[in-house]
């Protein structure tokens, strides 16, 4: 069984910053890519940003030049940088996770979801 736990979310103010951290644990035997994906009320969840294992990045557009991703692959963990944040970028985040586990079979796992509001 793998976990993912997030951390990270809160209550900001317009332009501030948060970093978001999700570190995953349990029976892996490589994690291939790692992303955050976000839900705001009454819409679909998106996807916000992800990573592949040797580090190459892609991000939504409303995000581009304000978010920043990162991971440790060897503390199994990966970090969404938020500045200049907006009251758009107000929603549930969600940490997910492609895990190839001790058993050598591939899962999509997801975190419990933090929240992240951004006061104008």
């Known amino acids: 069984q793998v976990q993912l736990v997030e951390s990270g979310g809160g209550l900001v103010q317009a332009g501030e910053s948060l970093r978001l951290s999700c570190a995953a644990s349990?029976?892996?035997?490589?994690?291939?890519?790692m992303g955050w994906y976000r839900q705001a009320p009454g819409k679909q969840r998106e996807l916000v940003a992800v990573?592949?294992?040797?580090?190459?990045?892609n991000y939504e557009d409303s995000v581009k030049g304000r978010f920043t991703i990162s991971r440790d692959n060897a503390k199994n963990t990966v970090y969404l940088q938020m500045n200049s944040l907006k009251p758009e970028d107000t929603a549930v985040y969600y940490c997910?996770?492609?895990?190839?586990?001790?058993?050598?079979?591939?899962?999509?796992?997801w975190g419990q979801g933090t929240q992240v509001t951004v006061s104008s």
């Open positions: 997910n996770a492609g895990v190839v586990t001790g058993t050598l079979r591939r899962y999509d796992y």
């Open positions: 349990g029976s892996i035997f490589s994690i291939n890519a």
């Open positions: 990573i592949t294992r040797s580090g190459r990045t």
